[in-house]
């Protein structure tokens, strides 16, 4: 129904302008829209080429990635995405969860505000583009937006990438509306709560409960620690927050890093070794837990359940298992929406 209408006191010849509303725009990272050649190289050069990922001087790195990495890597990528790859629905299992999450999450949001809030989701790499989901909001008549980045913790080449995407997309905009960003909550009670919940369900699941619970994070360059970025600080916090929830001994639960890329050194133990020296020192059992993904993906249903599984069973490890991420999960969800909540203080009550 079209409830636009021109300003009280406005001429007729003023245009008419839609209802007011707040925008909740959910953000995760992205997805390629097929797993042939083009279009993962399309999405590979949209994401290598940013500098927030890899900040590399343009000169140096473009010839690199136009020449090198983009002629080899999308057949390697196709084919890892090709394994998780959701047929039935034309797109991998990233898209899929983020509409599950994105149309939980209105729900819950429209049961407490009603038609006075519009939600919707973008990728940061991809489709729908961060940029074509601003102009819509603004269309619609949102005048503020609340911009949510799905990555509980912070880092420069996830969180912020995402912001900045979000704020060129405002740029192109004649009457920006007034925004605010979703800031992390590595630390949140409710989601290290979820967090909790979904250890507690795979091991009740078990006959037998797991020698060591692995938190395996997405890496970045180590160097990047050094320079500011505040990620690895908050994966530790997580990683103990989660065992005091828990109540668990320190010996029961550790922190890695995965998806390591190029030839620096990165944020260590590398989850891909860690898991292998974990099973030659005689911990044939262990679960592995990605809380730095809020949907499941190719880094946790590729690179976790097959790579990584591949190196913890060839050291000698007997039994591995994945807990998924928490996806839209009730508690996840009510998680989420805590945060949206307060951080809508003052534009909805």
């Given at each position: 129904?079209?409830?636009?209408?021109?300003?009280?006191?406005?001429?007729?010849?003023?245009?008419?302008?839609?209802?007011?509303?707040?925008?909740?725009?959910?953000?995760?990272?992205g997805?390629?829209?097929?797993?042939?050649y083009?279009p993962?190289?399309?999405?590979?050069?949209?994401?290598l080429?940013?500098?927030?990922?890899?900040?590399?001087?343009?000169?140096?790195?473009?010839p690199?990635?136009?020449?090198?990495?983009?002629?080899k890597?999308?057949?390697?990528?196709?084919?890892?995405y090709?394994?998780?790859?959701?047929?039935?629905e034309?797109?991998?299992?990233?898209?899929?969860?983020?509409?599950?999450?994105?149309?939980?999450?209105?729900?819950?949001?429209?049961?407490?505000?009603?038609?006075?809030?519009?939600?919707?989701?973008?990728?940061r790499?991809?489709?729908?583009?961060?940029?074509?989901?601003?102009?819509?909001?603004?269309?619609?008549?949102?005048?503020?937006?609340?911009?949510?980045p799905?990555?509980?913790?912070?880092?420069?080449?996830?969180?912020a990438?995402?912001?900045d995407?979000?704020?060129?997309?405002?740029?192109?905009?004649k009457?920006?509306?007034?925004?605010?960003?979703?800031p992390?909550?590595f630390?949140?009670?409710?989601?290290?709560?979820?967090?909790?919940?979904?250890?507690?369900?795979?091991?009740?699941?078990?006959?037998?409960?797991?020698?060591?619970?692995?938190?395996?994070y997405h890496?970045?360059?180590?160097?990047?620690?050094?320079?500011?970025?505040p990620?690895?600080?908050?994966?530790?916090?997580?990683t103990?927050?989660?065992?005091?929830?828990?109540?668990?001994?320190?010996?029961?639960?550790?922190?890695?890093?995965?998806?390591?890329?190029?030839?620096e050194?990165?944020?260590?133990p590398?989850?891909?070794?860690?898991?292998?020296?974990?099973?030659?020192?005689?911990?044939?059992?262990?679960?592995?837990?990605?809380?730095?993904?809020?949907?499941?993906c190719?880094?946790?249903?590729e690179?976790?359940?097959?790579e990584?599984?591949e190196?913890?069973?060839?050291?000698?490890?007997?039994?591995?298992?994945y807990?998924?991420?928490?996806?839209?999960?009730?508690a996840h969800?009510?998680?989420?929406?805590?945060?949206?909540?307060?951080?809508?203080?003052?534009?909805?009550?």
């Amino acid at each position: 129904m079209d409830t636009s209408a021109r300003p009280a006191h406005a001429p007729d010849s003023h245009p008419k302008l839609p209802a007011r509303k707040v925008g909740i725009l959910l953000a995760n990272l992205g997805t390629p829209d097929g797993t042939s050649y083009w279009p993962m190289r399309r999405y590979l050069n949209e994401f290598l080429s940013d500098q927030r990922v890899i900040d590399y001087p343009k000169w140096k790195w473009q010839p690199i990635l136009q020449g090198i990495v983009l002629t080899k890597r999308p057949f390697a990528s196709g084919k890892a995405y090709e394994s998780i790859w959701n047929h039935e629905e034309g797109e991998s299992p990233l898209a899929t969860i983020t509409k599950a999450q994105t149309a939980a999450v209105t729900a819950k949001m429209q049961a407490q505000y009603g038609d006075q809030v519009m939600v919707d989701y973008c990728m940061r790499y991809g489709n729908p583009s961060t940029k074509s989901k601003v102009q819509a909001m603004v269309k619609a008549g949102c005048d503020r937006i609340l911009f949510c980045p799905l990555y509980p913790q912070y880092a420069g080449a996830t969180t912020a990438t995402a912001n900045d995407q979000f704020f060129r997309a405002l740029m192109e905009e004649k009457w920006q509306p007034a925004t605010r960003t979703l800031p992390p909550y590595f630390d949140d009670p409710a989601y290290i709560d979820a967090l909790a919940q979904s250890v507690t369900r795979a091991y009740a699941a078990k006959e037998t409960a797991p020698d060591l619970l692995v938190c395996s994070y997405h890496g970045l360059p180590e160097r990047y620690l050094h320079e500011g970025d505040p990620y690895h600080c908050q994966c530790q916090k997580t990683t103990r927050l989660l065992k005091e929830k828990l109540g668990w001994a320190d010996d029961r639960i550790m922190t890695t890093f995965q998806s390591k890329f190029g030839p620096e050194e990165w944020l260590k133990p590398y989850t891909v070794e860690e898991v292998a020296r974990q099973a030659t020192a005689g911990k044939k059992r262990i679960a592995v837990i990605a809380p730095a993904f809020s949907a499941d993906c190719i880094e946790t249903l590729e690179e976790i359940n097959e790579e990584i599984r591949e190196s913890f069973e060839h050291a000698g490890g007997e039994e591995f298992t994945y807990i998924p991420c928490l996806n839209d999960d009730a508690a996840h969800i009510d998680a989420l929406c805590g945060q949206i909540t307060r951080n809508l203080a003052g534009w909805l009550s």
